[in-house]
């Protein structure tokens, strides 16, 4: 994946749902899994084990993680024989169902995951920063 660019599976259970999408960092890694060497673990090729889904219509806009709750509901449903409801096997699901996406990093959740949280200065204030003596 060159500089600049996110790479993005992008799946809709139906017609009348919303897009979900995984990002994925590894493309090569991910078509060898995709095309059935189950071996490479998905770390190999997913940066982060989060599904996303965009606050307005389609896979664009500003993009949010879902609850777990959604997850369940969206992806399992009522399903009583499914003994696997975790964010990975949703993962999975998107992986092996969804179509990828690529798309610039401008335009990608990765340059401001949540602007309510500030600058990005992780330092802090005070004592933990060494400005007390």
Same mark, same amino acid.
């Given at each position: ?5 996110? !790479? ?8 009348? #749902?919303? /897009?979900?999408?995984? =990002?994925? +960092? ?33 896979? !664009? ?8 709750? #959604?997850? /369940?509901?969206?992806? =399992?449903? +009522? ?55």
């Amino acid at each position: 994946m060159s500089a600049g660019t996110a !790479t993005a599976v992008v799946y809709k259970p139906n017609e009348h #749902e919303d /897009e979900y999408m995984v =990002f994925v +960092d590894d493309v090569a890694e991910y078509q060898r899994w995709l095309e059935g060497d189950k071996s490479i673990a998905l770390a190999r090729f997913i940066g982060q084990f989060a599904i996303f889904k965009s606050a307005t219509s389609g896979h !664009t806009g500003s993009l949010g993680e879902i609850s777990k709750q #959604e997850i /369940e509901n969206v992806f =399992f449903g +009522d399903a009583k024989n499914v003994k696997d409801k975790s964010v990975e096997a949703a993962i999975v699901l998107i992986l092996e169902n969804g179509k990828v996406h690529k798309g610039d990093l401008a335009h990608n959740y990765k340059l401001n995951l949540n602007p309510a949280r500030g600058g990005g200065d992780t330092h802090g204030t005070g004592a933990s920063r060494g400005s007390h003596r």
